[in-house]
């Protein structure tokens, strides 16, 4: 290609630096670096900390494995450190992180690269077993990766109540030309075993409107299929190519328009059942962490924050409560969140 003189593969970008620079690997590797975990745009009310990197599936839409190359763990060991170092005794530092979020590009798959495997369950379990963490929530994890024995980790009330499975579509012949190792039956005998063993937790998910090949038929299927379901909200994309995926060449692919005019269909179906969760919790007590305070004046601030099961809450109250978690009648739904009460002490 023309301009370029050196490339660095995947596995390899880790020398990158010495290489170029062509400095020695023991001088330039300093680790254990001092490290900022990343809070997110909270401040340090919640810290997202990476436990995994890359990706092994083979999702036909997806060039996720090729720019990240196969999924590689973090040891148990140093997760635990980087957690340690953002709670930092919760009880008595006003500042310390109140949440902490497991990433990962492939999050489920965390430990199946260890010599001696590992499950996410597993990593769960100790960090809620070894550490102070108020709260403990999950991003983004694959359904096929999970099992009916996943949801008894909702026994500890710390794991935040929240799933986000990404489906991508409600049909079956849609799902096996993705390459997704699932089925709309597989997933809703998951999603049942969740509700049964934590029955208010919020599910979300990810749709792709307009996938190539995508009849009518399949389309109806997908509708179907999340009307069932029920989820508490979630995202949908428009289909596009990415360069180097098998959908790319795909025959059949879907107009332009009718993938915009799918997508609309598909978010509007969401949105129903998105206010339907949230309508079950009004007149509820809740937990909230607030993560946004604004002085209204001097004896008032405007609170906002978010309760386990993701649901976005504002108040006003008399104490600035930033950082703190605090029990919160649900009163109403206004634009797509509650306003609420502290009940007094």
Not at 250 to 269: G, H, I, S, T
Not at 278 to 288: E, M, S
Not at 314 to 340: C, M, Y
Request: with cysteine.
């Amino acid at each position: 290609m023309p301009g370029v003189s050196q490339v660095i593969p995947n596995a390899e970008k880790d020398h990158l630096v010495p290489q170029v620079l062509n400095i020695p690997e023991e001088e330039f590797n300093l680790e254990p670096l001092s490290r900022e975990l990343i809070p997110g745009a909270r401040l340090r009310t919640r810290a997202f900390i990476k436990v995994q990197d890359g990706c092994d599936n083979r999702c036909s839409f997806c060039i996720t494995t090729l720019a990240r190359g196969r999924g590689r763990s973090r040891p148990v060991a140093d997760i635990l450190a980087n957690i340690n170092e953002v709670v930092n005794d919760s009880s008595s530092n006003p500042s310390s992180a109140k949440e902490v979020v497991l990433t990962g590009v492939h999050l489920g798959s965390w430990g199946s690269d260890f010599s001696n495997p590992l499950h996410l369950s597993d990593l769960v379990k100790t960090i809620l077993r070894d550490t102070d963490v108020p709260r403990l929530r999950l991003s983004s994890l694959e359904p096929w990766d999970l099992d009916e024995d996943f949801f008894s980790l909702w026994d500890d009330t710390r794991l935040c109540r929240h799933l986000h499975l990404p489906l991508q579509s409600g049909s079956a012949d849609v799902l096996r030309r993705m390459a997704r190792k699932t089925t709309p039956g597989a997933f809703a005998s998951l999603v049942e075993a969740a509700r049964a063993a934590c029955p208010e937790i919020a599910i979300t998910t990810d749709l792709i409107a307009g996938f190539p090949g995508e009849t009518e038929q399949e389309f109806l299927e997908t509708m179907d299929f999340v009307r069932k379901v029920s989820f508490a909200g979630g995202h949908v994309f428009t289909y596009s190519p990415r360069p180097g995926t098998a959908a790319e060449s795909m025959p059949d692919q879907v107009p332009f328009p009718l993938r915009k005019e799918r997508n609309a269909m598909v978010r509007e179906v969401l949105f129903e059942s998105e206010q339907a969760y949230q309508n079950h919790f009004i007149n509820h007590t809740l937990p909230v962490l607030w993560e946004s305070v604004t002085s209204l004046d001097s004896d008032i601030w405007h609170l906002r924050g978010l309760t386990d099961n993701y649901l976005r809450v504002s108040t006003q109250a008399p104490h600035q409560l930033w950082n703190q978690i605090t029990p919160v009648l649900l009163t109403r739904i206004k634009d797509r969140g509650f306003e609420g009460v502290i009940p007094p002490i």
